[in-house]
C-alpha cells in the first residue's frame, strides 16, 4: 500500500472543528491542565502521551467522572503489564452509563429494530426502571460483587439491562450470541463459572425463526454453578422448568443501588476468537471501560445527548460492549437484531435512515459487498443526519473510502478504525477534526503512544513494521481469567518486547501521523525478504468483479522454498478459466508487488470465518502444512467447519 495520498478524500471544514467536542476538551486542558492550546490534534496527541498522568485525570474532569472515594494518583505502578490505574478509587460504570436519565426520562436511550425494521424506543428512565428492579432481583437471588453472570442473548434491550444490572451490582458480564452452538459457548462460560444465566428460547436472523431451547438446555446442564436462568420469550415460548420469567424480574419500581467497586474491579469477560485452542478470557475493569469509552465515544467518535448511535453487531463481539457505552455520553443507541443484509444488502443503510443514526458503523466487508452488489445507498434513503461512517472488524480498503465518498456523500468523515478485543477500544481512528486520506486511519487514539516496530525495537516512519503500545491504557486487560501467575496474559502481548504490548498487526505510520493497517502480523506473506500483509492482496483481488472472497497463505517449506496459493471463492456465474487467472496475476504484479504472485489460485467452495467474521488464516496454514484438523482449529469457534474439510484434503493430497 502506497503512503503517497497527498490530497485528501475529505476534510472538515472550521465550522466542523470549531463544534468537536475535542477542540473544546483541547481548550479546556490548556486552560486547566497546560496541554498545547495550538498545534491541533497532534500537538494534543503529543501532550497526551508525554503527559499520561495528567491526561487522564483531565479525562475524568471533564467528563466530570464520580468517584465515590477519590483516587490517591492517576497511576501507582506504571508497567506493563500489570499498570495500576487511580489506585483506591471507587465507582460504578452502570451509574454513569444511566446519568442522562435525569436529564432527559422521557426521551429515548435505546432504539430496538428487528429485521421488520420498525424502531422501537425505549426511554432513559424506562430502561433507569428495569435496571434497578433486575439489580435489585440479583441482589435477592445472592449475586455478590464479582460473581459472573452470563447472557445467551441477541442484540435486544434485555441485554443491555441485563449488561447494566450486572454492573450496578458490581458482578462480572459476559456474553455469546445465540448463532454460537454449545460447544462454543461452553468453551467461553465454563471458564468464568458464571451463577446466572439469561437467555432466550431463539432468534430471528434472515427471515427464520432459530430455536435455540436445546442448546439452553445443555448449557443449564454444563453450567453446574448456575443458581438461576432466566428466560426471555423472544419466539413467545413458556419458561422452561426452573427457570424465572424476564418480565418478573423487570417489573418493580426499585431506584438502582449502584454498587462502588475499585477502579480495578472486573466489569466483563471478553474473548479472543479462539481459533487455535481454548478462547482467552479476557477481562476489562469497570474504571478502565469507563474512561477509555468516554475518551473513544466522546472526543474521537464526537457523540453526545444529541446523537444516534448505529453499529451493527452481535453480543458476541466487543464493539457490542462498545456500542452499550454509547450511554456514558448521554447518546441514543440503535440496536439490530437481525441479519446484516436482509431483506437485501442494503438493509443496514435502511435502518441508519429509519432510525435517524448520526454516526454509523460496520464491517469493512459490508461496505465492499455493497459496492459489489451494486447497493446506492443515498439515491435509495435519506441518509443526511449521517454525520460519520465508521469500519472495523478488518481495513477499508482505498476502493472503500471512494466508495462511501461517491455513494453516501461527498461531504462524509469516514472513520477506518482499529483496536481489538484486548483493549475493547481502538489504538488508531476516528478523529473529527483530520481530514481523511483514502486508504489510511486518521491518526493514533489520545492516550495511545502507538508506534510501528522493526523486529530489534527500532521505531519506523512510513515502513511496515510491528504495532506496537509503549504505554499503558486504562482497558488494557487486569489478568486473563484463570490465569493464576499471568504467563498467558504476558505470552500473549509482551514477550517478544518486554513492556511493550506487541498486538500482532502489520502497521505503517506515515510521516503525516495517519495509520495504514496491513492484516495479522503472525499470517505474514514474507515472499524473499519481502513482507506483506495479506489485507493488502485481498484488497486487489476482490476488486474483480468475478472474486466474491480470498484467503492468501504463505507456507514455509521443509526445503527452504516458500509456497503462496491464493484461494478464491467465485461469484456466481463465474469461472476460473485462464482470462480470470491472468487477471488475477496481473492485477498483485501491478498493484503490489510481482514476488507476491502467487505460486497457484485455487477456486474454494468458500472462505472459513471466526463467528466474529473473521477470516481464519493461521488455522488454514496449519492445517496445510499437515498439522491434524482438531489440532489446528478450534471447531467452535468457526463459523462452517464443513470448509475446513476442503484444505484438509488438499494437504493430504500434497503430501
Known sequence: MSTANPQPLWQPDPER????????FQAWASAHHGAPAEGGYPALHRWSVDQLDTFWKAVTEWFDVRFSTPCTRVLGDRGMPGAQWFPGATLNYAEHALRAAADRPGEPALVHVDETHEPQPVTWSELRRQVGSLAAELRALGVRPGDRISGYLPNVPQAVVALLATAAVGAVWTSCA???GARSVLDRFQQVEPVVLFTVDGYRYGGKEHDRREIVGELRRELPTLRAVVHIPLLGTEAPDGALDWSALTSGNAEPVFEQVPFEHPLWVLYSSGTTGLPKAIVQSQGGILLEHLKQLGLHCD???EDRFFWYTSTGWMMWNFLVSGLLTGTTIVLYDGSPGY?????QWRIA????????GTS??????????GVHPARDHDLSKIQCVATTGSPLPPDGFRWLHDEVREDLWIASVSGGTDVCSCFAGAVPTLPVHTGELQAPGLGTDLQSWDPSGKPLVDEVGELVVTNP???MPIHFWNDPDGSRYHDSYFDTYPGVWRHGDWITLTSRGTVIIHGRSDSTLNRQGVRMGSADIYEVVERLPEIKESLVIGIEQPDGGYWMPLFVHLAPGSALDEALLNRIKQAIREQLSPRHV????IEVPGIPHTLTGKRIEVPVKRLLQGTPLEKAVNPGSIDNLALLGFYEELARKRA
Request: overall charge positive; glycine content about 6%; some cysteine.
Open 473 to 475: 491504557m486504562p482497558s
Open 303 to 305: 457523540l453526545g445527548p
Open 598 to 601: 502467487p505460486d497457484e489460485v
Open 343 to 347: 431483506p437485501d444488502t442494503g438493509a
Open 17 to 24: 472543528i470549531a463544534k468537536a467536542r475535542i477542540t473544546r
Open 353 to 360: 435512515d429509519r432510525t435517524g443514526a448520526t454516526l454509523y
Open 178 to 180: 445465540p448463532d454460537f
Open 364 to 373: 469493512a466487508a459490508y461496505v465492499m459487498a455493497c459496492r459489489k452488489a
